[in-house]
């Protein structure tokens, strides 16, 4: 991460867009003007030393997020036209036209690199499809460059296999190096886990529905995609009364109820306290399915699978559907899903937001995840003001980011509760200290913009290092005449025992 000064006017409004839009090298740029995007990409192509870039790197615009006064510029790298894992960079510019943050994630520049595989692609293909128990479909395989985790860059064959594991259902990428054959990393997509209706969770509930002639549906009229569906037909549900649901759990259409009401409710959360357009940052979601054999719940970047708890009823509530919709909040802001242990705790943070900002007698917020549900019989499956209840650590360690994702996610989901609520938990359960010291809480509202807006610094080299440096810095940028905020985010990152990060913003 470096930071670069830069004049630049930042245009009104809050926005998001996703595009792949190639920037002109030095001599090329044109005068940016008093665009910000184009004087994001006038910093870009002028190829600073913190970039890293070799004299084979190309920079591709794919997404601009404005929020809260702030534009975050993302880009990807390229090398001799191949794609760059793990090259990615952020650009952050203020209302004043300064840069206020550079996100990058690659270490060292690439220098020379062959670009010609020794390993055939059919031969990267047949390796991936070894890593699952079964392979339903494999996506189209491409040849990239890998600089992700500091190792040198290598030649690999990409792949994405679907199919199932030794633990469920899987949506699998997998690096080989194209030179060795070897598995040089592999990225798991599947997560884990206005008519009226009344589901066995959220209670009788308004939905945004689409009538059609005669014939309303379980689709949301004015979100890209949003709908709820059987799983074992893909078929959105629907019916001539727009009234949906007979409050029992074991119905896939009351379970619907309840999904969709949680989506609709996230949406409106995402507008009013972060100023996000949807899920997908652009008036989008994704399919919600009902009817998955497992008790389980997933979110694989195509769709979001709800499954069922151990009484056979389904698990759409706040905080488990938040969460999975959370998941691909994650993957559509820069950086695409968190890593390093932290993409539970992430994805559980909107869980706790949607749960708090719909306000539903019937799941209110707890901070507890699961506890409506009951996946296993045995209640709340995290509990994030501690979640040693839960059998998780309280505390960060050397080994939380190779502990298992969801155990992973206890320091986290720690620090986000302490900021939220503070340590005498403010109407909620006290929260012990890793350090034995007392927190002041700053509110969810402002804790989830925090969290939000230090996603917008992510890079895939995410890490939660990384994320104490990066909420420290959405803090600072986001009350730059205050260190309130700033101070309870340090406050709470050192009371679950995550240290000072070399460089990490000052207030």
């Known amino acids: 991460m470096a930071r670069i000064p830069l004049g630049i006017a930042l245009a009104a409004g809050t926005a998001a867009a996703s595009a792949l839009v190639a920037v002109a090298g030095p ?10 995007v184009a004087r994001a990409d006038a910093l870009v192509a002028a190829r600073p030393a ?28 390229t090398y ?11 650009v952050v510019t203020d209302s004043a036209g300064q840069t206020r943050y550079t996100s990058v994630a690659q270490n060292n520049a690439i220098g020379e690199l062959t670009t010609v595989p020794a ?27 890998v600089t992700a985790d500091g190792r040198a860059a290598t030649l690999a064959w990409e792949t994405t296999v679907n199919g199932r594991s030794a633990t469920g259902a899987s949506r699998l990428t997998v690096d080989v190096d194209a030179q ?23 209670g009788s509930v308004s939905l945004n529905t689409t009538l059609s002639g005669s014939t309303y549906s379980l689709k949301d009229p004015s979100t890209t995609n949003l709908s709820c569906q059987d799983a074992s037909t893909n078929k959105v ?15 896939k259409e009351t379970g619907c109820v309840d999904a969709l009401y949680v989506a609709q409710k996230q949406k409106a959360m995402l507008s009013a306290w972060l100023g996000r357009n949807g899920q997908d940052g652009s008036g989008g979601a994704w399919p919600l399915r ?37 998941h691909g909040i994650d993957d559509h802001t820069p950086g695409s899903l968190s890593k390093g242990g932290t993409q539970e705790f992430v994805a559980d943070t909107f869980g706790a937001a949607t749960e708090a900002y719909a306000a539903n007698p019937n799941d209110p917020a707890d901070y507890q995840v699961g506890e409506e549900v009951n996946l296993v019989g045995s209640g709340p499956i995290r509990y994030m003001y501690n979640p040693s209840l839960a059998g998780d650590s309280n505390c960060y360690s050397s080994s939380t980011p190779s502990q298992e994702v969801h155990a992973a996610a206890g320091p986290g989901n720690h620090w986000f509760y302490l900021l939220a609520q503070g340590s005498a938990g403010n109407g909620q359960p006290a929260s012990p200290t890793c ?4 927190v002041t809480g700053v509110g969810i509202q402002t804790a989830i913009k925090i969290m939000y807006n230090a996603m917008l610094l992510k890079t895939s080299s995410s890490s939660y290092a990384k994320y104490r440096v990066w909420t420290l810095q959405a803090a600072k940028n986001l009350y730059p005449g205050s260190c309130t905020q700033f101070n309870a985010v340090k406050a709470a990152w050192n009371a679950v025992s995550l240290p000072a990060q070399s460089g990490e913003p000052t207030c």
């Open 27 to 36: 001599a090329a740029a044109k005068a940016p003007g008093a665009d910000p």
């Open 290 to 326: 009902v009817g998955l054999n497992d008790q389980n719940a997933y979110y694989d970047g195509t769709q979001v699978q709800i499954g069922k708890n151990t009484a056979g009823k389904w698990i759409a509530s706040l905080d488990v559907v938040g969460h999975e919709l959370g």
């Open 237 to 251: 549900f629907s019916g001539t009364d727009n009234v949906w649901g007979n409050g029992v759990g074991t119905s």
């Open 119 to 145: 390993i055939s692609e059919s031969s990267a293909v047949t390796t991936a499809r070894q890593l699952l128990k079964s392979v339903s479909g494999v996506e189209p395989t491409r040849l990239i460059v």
């Open 435 to 438: 350090n034995g010291a007392s």
């Open 180 to 202: 060795t054959g070897k598995v040089l990393s592999t990225e798991e997509h599947v997560t884990e886990a206005t008519g009226s209706g009344t589901g066995w969770i959220n």
């Open 50 to 77: 913190a970039l890293h870039a070799s004299a084979h790197d190309g920079f591709l615009r794919r997404q601009v997020i404005r929020s809260q006064g702030l534009t975050y510029a993302a880009y990807d790298r």
């Open 80 to 90: 001799k036209g191949l794609s760059v894992k793990g090259g990615d960079l952020v």
